[in-house]
């Protein structure tokens, strides 16, 4: 990976960030490749309820909008799911 230098331009500022000061703004350590999502929900309302129980938190997204529930399972198939239904 090229390493990118940053000069330091004179903008009238106190103090200039630290990396893990302008990690903390940018929103994470990095890794993330900014297109897959948050990192903690699931890509469907089922998989985001995997190895959760009824009444758990949970998120989804699809199409770069995310959705935020609660797991509930309902008739007929009484399968798990992250309901927005609150």
Do not use: F, H
């Amino acid at each position: 990976m090229k390493k990118l230098r940053l000069k330091a331009l004179d903008l009238g500022a106190k103090e200039l960030l630290s990396r893990e000061q302008l990690r903390n703004i940018l929103g994470g350590d990095g890794s993330d490749d900014g297109g897959s999502g948050p990192t903690n929900c699931g890509m469907t309302p089922t998989i985001a309820c995997s190895g959760k129980s009824s009444g758990d938190q949970c998120c989804w997204y699809t199409n770069q909008t995310v959705y935020y529930g609660i797991c509930r399972s309902y008739a007929p198939t009484y399968v798990l799911r992250c309901s927005d239904l609150n």
